[in-house]
T-cell receptor
Framework: DQQVKQNSPSLSVQEGRISILNCDYT??????FLWYKKYPAEGPTFLIS?????DKNEDGRFTVFLNKSAKHLSLHIVPSQPGDSAVYFC?????????????FGTGTRLTIIP | DTAVSQTPKYLVTQMGNDKSIKCEQN?????MYWYKQDSKKFLKIMFS???????INETVPNRFSPKSPDKAHLNLHINSLELGDSAVYFC???????????????FGEGSRLTVL
């Protein structure tokens, strides 16, 4: 029962262009969404988040969009840089139950081509 | 100065053995977690402790026993290891508020366990 899905296992983008990573969820109780970035041999690190009361959150080159009706969120990185090459995990939680449990997607490996 | 540190980073062992992975966080967080990333790359929560008290146990076999001697440490002991236990185990910590808290997780580097 995969409640958070990242259907693209990998994505390659030219340096300087926009990277768009997608995530779908099925549990309508999810109301808080996060993106984590993971380099090889390291743990995931928090990147950006969005609450369900918003439809967009921006932090520098990173913007997350949330479409609640479609149960879809996306992460936009612009412009893409070589250091952005990593695996990106989408995660969701139902905050009415506190922050104890995050449900993760399986990740998308982003490769930025110089 | 590592915020969440876990040891060992790599562990290779035979089926049937017992092994432990240790985790420490110096962030002053109240809540610690163990996540498992299997061969299909699913990152799933196993346990969560808040101030040494177990608050989440996600249908993990009894062979897995977490121990939290204090709120800065959460160790994972695994008895009678099986081939399917091979995975990367991530420790994490977070602040814990009440309802509506959305504190981010801080992860350790992971411990890759290989059972032969």
């Amino acid at each position: 029962d995969q409640q958070v899905k990242q259907n693209s296992p990998s994505l390659s983008v030219q340096e300087g262009r926009i990277s768009i990573l997608n995530c779908d969820y099925t549990n309508s109780m999810f109301d808080y969404f996060l993106w984590y970035k993971k380099y090889p041999a390291e743990g995931p690190t928090f990147l950006i988040s969005i609450s369900s009361i918003k439809d967009k959150n921006e932090d520098g080159r990173f913007t997350v969009f949330l479409n609640k009706s479609a149960k879809h969120l996306s992460l936009h990185i612009v412009p893409s840089q070589p250091g952005d090459s990593a695996v990106y995990f989408c995660a969701a939680s139902a905050t009415n139950f506190g922050n104890e449990k995050l449900t993760f997607g399986t990740g998308t490996r982003l490769t930025i081509i110089p | 100065d590592t915020a969440v540190s876990q040891t060992p980073k790599y562990l290779v062992t035979q089926m049937g053995n017992d092994k432990s992975i240790k985790c420490e966080q110096n962030l002053g967080h109240d809540t610690m977690y163990w996540y498992k990333q299997d061969s299909k790359k699913f990152l799933k929560i196993m346990f969560s402790y808040n101030n040494k008290e177990l608050i989440i146990n996600e249908t993990v076999p009894n062979r897995f026993s977490p121990k939290s001697p204090d709120k800065a440490h959460l160790n994972l002991h695994i008895n009678s290891l099986e081939l399917g236990d091979s995975a990367v185990y991530f420790c994490a910590s977070s602040k814990r508020g009440g309802r509506g808290d959305t504190g981010e997780l801080f992860f350790g580097e992971g411990s890759r366990l290989t059972v032969l």
